[in-house]
T-cell receptor, first 108, second 116 residues
Framework: DAKTTQPNSMESNEEEPVHLPCNHSTISGTDYIHWYRQLPSQGPEYVIHGLTSNVNNRMASLAIAEDRKSSTLILHRATLRDAAVYYCILGEDDKIIFGKGTRLHILP | GAVVSQHPSRVICKSGTSVKIECRSLDFQATTMFWYRQFPKQSLMLMATSNEGSKATYEQGVEKDKFLINHASLTLSTLTVTSAHPEDSSFYIC????????????FGPGTRLLVL
């Protein structure tokens, strides 16, 4: 199974950029890189996904390494509402298998 | 767009009773839906894949006779926890995939089950 490695937790100050890393050294050529986040007591929320090129949307940016063995989710200006667990997931058939994710704490 | 709802949002039941949880895709059709369970301070654990018009596929270690899944239409999947016990108390979350290859899944808000 393709797997990802993320730091257990990170802290960031409010209104500053946040870079959430993810390692996926066993990624296959067809695996998409997905990011979801889960706010407390809610279901996960789609953030962004990509294959090879960097991606931007209204929520975040995804920077993918040239060898695709790592990626970084970038929140450009963190707010208190961005405090959540962020999951980096590789596309695996049609199933999403969640790892432990990174718990992001935002300091006011 | 792409909204998934769950009903009920929370339920309390007595041990030995059965509980049905509904998952609906409100603005798209979903050929595939997924059911997850999440215990406090843990990650989501995939329980089963629900395919419209066919039997669900259960993950290893998940009892299919205890967790009955029905996906009778392209917008509705149900999970029934039969003969619930306190250890079944958990946060149950469904997701729906609008595309066959599930490039993106959309998650419901979750159902918190407490079995007394």
């Amino acid at each position: 199974d393709a797997k990802t490695t993320q730091p257990n937790s990170m802290e960031s100050n409010e209104e500053e950029p946040v870079h959430l890393p993810c390692n996926h050294s066993t990624i296959s050529g067809t695996d998409y890189i997905h990011w979801y986040r889960q706010l407390p007591s809610q279901g996960p929320e789609y953030v962004i996904h990509g294959l090879t090129s960097n991606v931007n949307n209204r929520m975040a940016s995804l920077a993918i390494a040239e060898d695709r063995k790592s990626s970084t989710l970038i929140l450009h200006r963190a707010t208190l509402r961005d405090a959540a667990v962020y999951y980096c997931i590789l596309g695996e058939d049609d199933k999403i298998i969640f790892g432990k994710g990174t718990r992001l704490h935002i300091l006011p | 767009g792409a909204v998934v709802s769950q009903h009920p949002s929370r339920v309390i039941c007595k041990s030995g009773t059965s509980v049905k949880i509904e998952c609906r895709s409100l603005d798209f059709q979903a050929t595939t839906m997924f059911w997850y369970r999440q215990f406090p301070k843990q990650s989501l654990m995939l329980m089963a894949t629900s395919n419209e018009g066919s039997k669900a596929t259960y993950e290893q270690g998940v009892e299919k006779d205890k967790f009955l899944i029905n996906h009778a239409s392209l917008t509705l999947s149900t999970l029934t926890v039969t003969s619930a016990h306190p250890e079944d108390s958990s946060f149950y979350i469904c997701s729906a995939a609008p595309l066959p290859t599930a490039e993106t899944q959309y998650f419901g808000p979750g159902t918190r089950l407490l079995v007394l």
